[in-house]
């Protein structure tokens, strides 16, 4: 069963630096898009940053030159670092990938549980 792990959320001091990582398991035959999203209290899910498989980035204007998206395509994985972060960056963090089990050949997307990232003094 395919299935993604988030690690690397936590408490931080307004200023300080986080990285999220996200690693997809299961048979997987192909894994396209991948992104983060994150959900602060009483606001709707966003877009962070996302990647596709050729490496084509894009972020939401509020983390550009703050937050930096990769991934690791031998290791079905990808990460988020967050440097200067801010009391308004915290929020859950989920981990977004669109994937092609092997034994289906279907693209879907697939979540994480959700990490929570804290910015506070």
């Known amino acids: 069963q395919v299935q993604l792990v988030e690690s690397g959320g936590g408490l931080v001091q307004p200023g300080g630096s986080l990285r999220l990582s996200c690693e997809a398991s299961g048979r997987i035959f192909s894994i396209g898009d991948m992104g983060w999203y994150r959900q602060a209290p009483g606001k709707q899910r966003e877009l962070v940053a996302s990647i596709t498989g050729g490496g084509l980035i894009h972020y939401v204007d509020s983390v550009k030159g703050r937050f930096t998206i990769s991934r690791d395509n031998a290791k079905n994985s990808v990460y988020l670092q967050m440097n200067s972060l801010k009391p308004e960056d915290t929020a859950v963090y989920y981990c977004?990938?669109?994937?092609?089990?092997?034994?289906?050949?279907?693209?879907?997307?697939?979540w994480g549980q959700g990490t929570q990232v804290t910015v506070s003094s």
């Open positions: 977004n990938a669109d994937i092609t089990p092997a034994q289906l050949h279907v693209m879907r997307p697939y």
